[in-house]
């Protein structure tokens, strides 16, 4: 065993990391979210999307038992905002993209765990006030500031987690209706374009990295029976750097979690990857 594993407390074995847009935290504890914690008991959760401040949430999901929690929130009130729970302490982070109208929206933060850094991330969405797709060019600013930030981590051969809802879906496979939504934000070409620079940059989308079908999806409209018929976009992602992908033993989807418009997302880590 590593010495990090053994500081950590953690047995040789393989570590859940998990991620979740919860779309509101106060209405997901509603919905059993904190049951399914204590239940799945991730080694690593985030979740994206939570709108709330802690002294907000109850407390059984604002401080579950046996877990680190750590939140980001935007300054705007029930808009946006990140949470991570960890099992055991680690180091955790607000990220900056050095720019108010990034940082404003509550939507970053890290936490380091041993070697491994772990992004998690509400990217924004495309769509403006009146649905039409005004808010691409923040988006793809976002994208790509958090990018550079990141590169000096693959420049230097570390293990990094980005995960998060992305809001994007990569290829024509992501999503139920390709050719429908073209002119879209969530799969503009503009957006697909931008996530292959992430490729490009070494970065690997750690489901696709296993498992090539189509019909696996991560977030459905709430319209009537869109669920039920899986019509759905993957948007949900965690990425691995080149340092962290040996260490991914499996990528999963879970679309039978309810309690948001998104199910979740999970990796197994061999828990060597902690140095």
């Not at 709330?52 to 949430?57: G, R, S, T, V, Y």
């Not at 491994?116 to 808010?135: A, E, H, T």
């Not at 879906?169 to 390709?178: E, I, S, T």
């Not at 990425?239 to 999963?252: E, H």
């Amino acid at each position: 065993m590593s010495d990090c594993a053994s500081q950590c407390g953690m047995a040789s074995r393989d570590l859940s990391i998990f991620s979740w847009n919860i779309n509101g935290i106060r209405s997901a504890a509603k919905k059993g979210f904190g049951e399914w914690l204590a239940q799945e008991a991730p080694d690593v959760l985030g979740v994206q999307e939570v709108r709330a401040l802690k002294e907000q949430m109850p407390t059984e999901v604002a401080e579950p038992v046996g877990y680190t929690s750590h939140f980001v929130a935007a300054t705007r009130k029930g808009y946006s905002g990140v949470g991570l729970y960890s099992k055991k302490d680690a180091i955790f982070q607000e990220i900056s993209l050095g720019k108010d109208e990034f940082d404003d929206e509550g939507r970053l933060q890290s936490m380091k765990w041993g070697e491994l850094l772990i992004v998690n991330g509400y990217f924004p969405n495309g769509s403006g006030k009146n649905r039409d797709n005004g808010r691409v060019p923040y988006k793809l600013e976002f994208y790509d500031k958090l990018r550079e930030l990141l590169a000096p981590e693959i420049a230097n051969n570390r293990p990094v987690l980005v995960m998060g809802d992305w809001n994007t879906a990569h290829m024509p496979v992501d999503l139920a209706r390709p050719k429908q939504n073209r002119k879209t934000s969530g799969f503009l070409p503009e957006e697909c374009e931008s996530l292959d620079m992430w490729v490009q940059a070494g970065w690997v989308d750690t489901f696709r990295h296993f498992n090539k079908e189509e019909g696996n999806y991560t977030w459905w409209s709430q319209r009537f029976g869109v669920r039920e018929k899986n019509i759905g976009w993957r948007i949900d992602m965690i990425l691995a750097s080149p340092a962290a992908l040996p260490y991914v033993k499996s990528a999963q989807i879970h679309p039978q979690i309810m309690g948001s418009d998104h199910c979740p997302i999970s990796v197994q880590v061999d828990s060597s990857i902690l140095g």
